[in-house]
């Protein structure tokens, strides 16, 4: 059932309200009936598809188009015989922007640079020796976007033509799990992959993330961005440029971090990595999101 809340005589739909961000608040505050308190809390229902995906709007991004950056540690493990060894670190940087839309949900478009280390030296890697046949890998580049997809309380929906081939797409939002103010949103999603392009090739990729953060920051009108940290987990199928044809079993990941605003908040060994790999990306990233436009017509 719909939610309204009223300011004079003008109905307004809660889902609108959230979804417009601050802008929609300050536009209840400023209409509102002087003698009635203007609300203080959104007041959302994790429970509800539109409320929990509003929720996970402001604890992944910020509701009103500024970027936020995300950086995450991690190892990749391969699997054989049901037996998990630890292959190589993970440095990951993401930079997303995000803004509403009416009815639909929200336009989400990311750049994330990552970097595979060795685990002893944490130097990153351009080759690989896969520990379990000896092989010499070239290690491509772990480079995504940017690139705009709409999300939605089903979940991700790409564009009509993917920018890495034939793309199969499942994604679940939710569910949620509350205790007191602690809130923790799943961004659930299962890929299969049929492309050329070196870092992806043919496999198949379940991606299970979580987003931690406080109800009452979510809940505060006045937060476009929730302050937010970040677990993941993956089982993927062996890429290519693995040259694990003749190994069997997958391979797993996991990895932590936070949400931050800044650049020089990244971990000193990811602005490192960044700034030598990818230089003129990480000297001005909100320009390189500018390079691709938000497109709502371009998504179902």
């Not at 003698?35 to 996970?56: C, F, G, H, Q």
């Not at 929906?157 to 809130?183: C, E, W, Y």
């Amino acid at each position: 059932m719909r939610v309204r809340q009223k300011t004079g005589n003008q109905p307004i739909n809660r889902r609108d309200l959230v979804l417009g961000g601050t802008a929609a608040v300050a536009s209840l505050a400023l209409t509102g009936c002087a003698k009635e308190p203007v609300a203080r809390s959104l007041d959302l229902n994790l429970n509800d598809p539109w409320d929990r995906l509003t929720a996970l709007a402001k604890l992944r991004g910020s509701v009103d188009g500024t970027t936020v950056m995300w950086w995450m540690k991690g190892v990749r493990f391969g699997v054989v015989d049901h037996v998990v060894t630890p292959m190589f670190g993970m440095l990951i940087g993401s930079f997303q922007r995000m803004l509403p839309v009416a009815d639909e949900g929200f336009i989400l478009n990311m750049l994330e640079l990552s970097y595979f280390t060795d685990l002893q030296t944490g130097e990153v890697l351009d080759t690989f020796v896969n520990p379990y046949n000896g092989k010499l890998c070239e290690v491509p580049e772990q480079r995504l976007g940017p690139y705009p997809v709409m999300l939605k309380t089903t979940g991700v929906v790409l564009p009509d033509i993917p920018a890495f081939g034939k793309i199969d797409l499942t994604t679940r939002v939710g569910p949620s799990v509350q205790h007191n103010d602690d809130v923790w949103i799943r961004d659930d999603s299962t890929i299969k992959v049929d492309s050329d392009h070196p870092m992806m090739g043919k496999h198949t990729y379940n991606e299970l993330v979580t987003y931690r953060g406080k109800l009452s920051d979510i809940n505060n009108p006045d937060l476009p961005s929730a302050p937010a940290d970040i677990m993941f987990q993956s089982v993927t199928s062996w890429r290519d440029w693995f040259q694990a044809d003749d190994v069997g079993g997958h391979t797993t990941a996991r990895a932590t971090g936070t949400k931050i605003q800044r650049l020089e908040d990244f971990p000193p060994e990811y602005l490192a990595a960044a700034r030598e790999r990818h230089p003129e990306l990480i000297a001005d990233p909100e320009a390189v999101l500018d390079s691709v436009p938000l497109a709502p017509a371009a998504h179902d």
